[in-house]
């Protein structure tokens, strides 16, 4: 059965940087369009990005635009979300999804969303 592992949460301040993975097993990773969402107390779970089975398109939530970046690498079946200049607004817990939809562009967290990592904490401070 396929899993999703994140990693990288934490905290930092204003303008920070960091670093989320997203670790894929027993599964065929190379197969999926993959996703990041996050989800703020008492706020609905949101997309953040989604890049397809190749890596050739990426998408993003227009909150992150020029921000993020979603990368994946299917070789150690893993996908990335780098997160620069942040915000005490990306204050959230990130989770890393596996999706089957054929649409192009951004999913929500119920169209073809299939597998869930148990989500990692981001914290920005002001």
């Known amino acids: 059965q396929a899993q999703l592992v994140e990693s990288g949460g934490g905290l930092v301040q204003a303008g920070g940087s960091l670093r989320l993975s997203c670790a894929g097993s027993g599964g065929t990773f190379s197969s999926y369009a993959m996703d990041w969402f996050r989800q703020a107390p008492g706020k609905e779970r949101e997309p953040v990005a989604r890049i397809n089975r190749t890596g050739g398109s990426t998408y993003y939530a227009d909150s992150v635009k020029g921000r993020f970046t979603i990368s994946r690498d299917n070789a150690k079946n893993t996908v990335y979300l780098q997160m620069n200049s942040l915000e005490p607004e990306d204050t959230a817990v990130y989770y890393c999804?596996?999706?089957?939809?054929?649409?192009?562009?951004?999913?929500?967290?119920?169209?073809?969303?299939?597998?869930w990592g148990q989500g990692t904490q981001v914290t920005v401070s002001s």
């Open positions: 999804a596996a999706d089957i939809s054929a649409r192009q562009g951004l999913v929500g967290p119920r169209d073809g969303i299939f597998r």
